[in-house]
């Protein structure tokens, strides 16, 4: 191939592919069908997919409920615009959200995927403080803290509550400046205690920018007790408690990204359940509507929606996209939030759990792994490498090696973790664990 890059499918087909680099990384699997957690490719094979798909499947690929609740309603309303109209798939699916989330969340603005439920929660956030001090004469609040290792998504208000590296480095001037607050990282403890003897010393460094500059300050926004792209990162509950604390001390609202962690994957429905905590703001996307549609939606508390009403044109709400509250998404999610009720589906989120916890401590043991972590359904591996981060050296060795085994898994630098749909067999799953054992004795 002396110089040139081998001509891909990729080349082929013109289809751009998202955090790929063309020719440098593998030609793209073309999947043909999928069915469970399997995916399986044109000529056959059957892949494991590990990661449920970038986090999005809930229940299984090509879930027939699901399926047909989106088929059925393709027939009757695609699509329409939500200002000025509604539909019924939306106020269901509104109606089903405001059942299961907590209960001050009782407003839902629709968006179309994860970083726009963000940028939706940061926008509401700052116009939040602009249409009360138009009422109080508050001092304005405009300023943003975010947690170290936090990812909220590539549009640019998400990227710059993001955290800082090589992928937000090019795109610098369209980043806002944010505070950037110690996150609770256990094994690498930013404030170097260990979590047998510390009180959360970690939150100290939002407290500080809180009591120096609160005045300023909008919202913390935070990834609830997993921070997920910045390494599975998983919190102990007693953090995401004192951030909340605070916020409330010093009166800054508490965005919660449950983009990932909604929809069963920590446990609970909501990763804030598990610390019995409210935002006022939360976002999600990814599982609502089971994997088979994009969507977002960002849930607000009265005390928000209200500062929004009212003739002023000035305290209007002005955001929407096209899709907002897409018919076809929405029957989607409605399905999905029916198989909660109609399917064992906490039980398997369960048994998920129940395995990692079997396996986890034995790789805990192997030299070449520096620390494990579990929340739910999601278990992490850190493996020790001198090259720590996304772009460690091991992720294309382990990727490769993992999909020459047909099992999908997506290492984020050095971090290898497993995430799958829920319905995964409890075979398959130790399967996938036997393949992270082995590759981690033969890679290291
Ligand atoms: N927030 C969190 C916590 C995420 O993990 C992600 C994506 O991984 C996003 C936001 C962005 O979501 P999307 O890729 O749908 O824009």
Redesign the pocket.
């Known amino acids: 191939m002396s110089g040139t890059s081998p001509k891909t499918a990729l080349d082929a087909l013109q289809i751009w592919h998202p955090f790929t680099r063309a020719g440098v990384d593998p030609a793209p699997l073309r999947i043909s069908r999928a069915e469970g957690a399997w995916l399986v490719t044109e000529d056959g094979r059957r892949i494991l997919d590990g990661i449920s798909s970038?986090?999005v499947n809930l229940h299984g690929h090509a879930h027939p409920r699901i399926a047909e609740a989106v088929a059925a309603q393709a027939k009757i309303l695609e699509h329409v615009l939500l200002a000025g109209f509604v539909h019924e798939p939306a106020e269901r699916l509104a109606e089903e959200l405001r059942r299961v989330a907590p209960a001050p969340l009782e407003h839902i603005f629709f968006s179309d995927?994860?970083?726009?439920a963000?940028e939706v929660a940061l926008k509401m956030a700052l116009q939040y403080w602009r249409n009360t001090d138009r009422k109080g004469g508050r001092a304005e609040k405009s300023e943003i803290i975010a947690l170290e290792h936090g990812?909220?998504?590539?549009t640019a208000g998400?990227m710059s509550v993001s955290e800082d590296s090589a992928f937000t480095e090019a795109f610098a001037p369209m980043r806002f400046p944010v505070h950037r607050a110690h996150t609770a990282y256990c094994y690498r403890c930013p404030v170097g205690l260990k979590r047998e003897s510390c009180n959360i010393e970690c939150a100290d460094s939002l407290e500080k920018i809180l009591r120096e500059r609160g005045e300023k300050i909008a919202a913390v926004i935070v990834?609830p007790l997993l921070q997920?792209?910045g390494g599975m990162i998983v919190h102990p509950v007693e953090f995401l408690q004192r951030v909340r604390a605070l916020t409330a001390k010093y009166d800054v609202l508490l965005i919660a990204?449950e983009?990932?962690t909604g929809f069963g994957r920590c446990g609970t429905m909501f990763a804030c359940e598990l610390a019995g905590v409210t935002p006022d703001l939360m976002?999600l996307?990814?599982g609502l509507t089971g994997g088979f549609l994009p969507m977002g939606a960002t849930l607000a508390t009265s005390r928000i929606h209200d500062a929004f009403t009212g003739v002023d044109p000035a305290r209007t709400f002005w955001h929407g996209h096209s899709y907002t509250g897409n018919p076809l998404a929405c029957a989607a999610a409605v399905a999905s939030l029916e198989i909660f009720h109609t399917e064992p589906v906490f039980e398997r989120i369960n048994a998920i759990a129940a395995i990692h916890s079997e396996r986890l401590p034995r790789l805990a043991n192997l030299a070449a792994v520096g620390d494990t972590r579990q929340i739910g359904s999601v278990a992490a591996i850190e493996l020790r490498a001198d090259d720590v981060g996304y772009l460690s050296a091991l992720r294309p060795k382990l990727y490769r090696f993992f999909l020459e085994r047909d099992v999908l898994l997506r290492p984020l630098g050095n971090v290898i973790y497993v995430l799958p749909p829920y319905c995964i067999e409890g075979n398959d799953l130790h399967h996938v664990y036997d393949v992270i054992e082995e590759a981690i004795q033969s890679i290291m």
């Not at 995927?113 to 726009?116: E, Y």
């Not at 990812?151 to 590539?154: A, L, P, R, V």
């Open positions: 970038w986090w995927n994860g970083s726009t963000v990812y909220h998504g590539d998400a990834e997920g792209a990204d983009v990932l976002c996307s990814k």
